[in-house]
């Protein structure tokens, strides 16, 4: 095998990091490979400055610095595996800087447009009581849209008021304000026994064929949604997630507390919704201070 095989062995079987990761990391070394073929210059001889010229190399072509961010943080992995192999002595990517990337403080929406967006499926059919528990227990939640369409019936505690997730190995409890149990118990007792035929299945939320509802059907679902509110930003599963996060610290709820619901392993990853509620307050200030 050559070096790039070696590394794929090691990420997958030594490491175990997940398919997107291996993926990410095996296209960045691809890439980077193929330019070192066209400059004719083996893996194993490549120095600093090469790959601070294979940076130039990307920027020249238009990659973000984010993309090349991420490249040089594949490479550092890949050079670091070869250094432990003894197939090279260095590190030639452990010096490489790149440019800072600028994180943008996500879009969330405001409590009226959520409010307005909620209101818009219609409790007068199957699909709309099905739609209705779906998007209320989302922005109840938090969670992910991957985290939804996996719940199962049994992930649901109607008389406790909560939910259980279960994401990469790892539960967690999460609270359902009045609306949303309201909802799902009227989607759950009512509705889903007309949707589901099968006595095995055991998904939460079915489509209209009563097997589980996809990742492309719930997106329509909220585009359908959006245009029927008539909301211009755009309405997202991850917008909805960081409406939930904002809204909650606006109104007093502790950043541990959040990063718990979120299920973020690193309160860093939380913290970006203390910068966008302080940046809120900056603009509502800049627009009310009669001095501002």
Known sequence: MNEVELFETYLREEKGSSQNTISSYLRDVHQFTAW???????????????????????????????????????????????????????????????????????????????????????????????????????????????????????????????????????????????????ALSEYIKNVRPQLVDDPNETALFVNMSGERMSRQGFWKLIKHYQDLAGIKKEITPQILRHSFATHLLENGADLRSIQEMLGHADISSTQIYTHLVSQRLKDVYAKAHPRA
Do not use: W
């Open 36 to 182: 070192l073929k066209e400059e004719r210059l083996p893996v194993a001889k490549v120095k600093t400055e090469d790959i601070e010229r294979y940076t130039r190399h990307l920027s020249g072509m238009g990659k973000s610095t984010a993309t090349i961010t991420r490249c040089v943080a594949s490479l550092k992995s890949f050079y670091g595996f070869l250094q432990r192999e003894g197939k090279v002595k260095t590190n030639p990517a452990r010096q490489v800087t790149t440019d800072k990337v600028e994180h943008k403080l996500p879009n969330v929406l405001t409590s009226r447009e959520v409010e307005l967006f909620l209101e818009q499926p219609r409790c007068v059919d199957a699909k709309g009581y099905r739609d209705k528990a779906m998007l209320e227990l989302l922005y109840a939640t938090g969670i992910r849209v991957t985290e939804l369409i996996d719940l199962e019936i049994g992930s649901v505690n109607l008389a406790a008021g909560v939910i259980r997730c279960v994401s990469k190995g790892k539960e967690r409890i999460i609270p359902l304000y009045p609306t949303a149990v309201k």
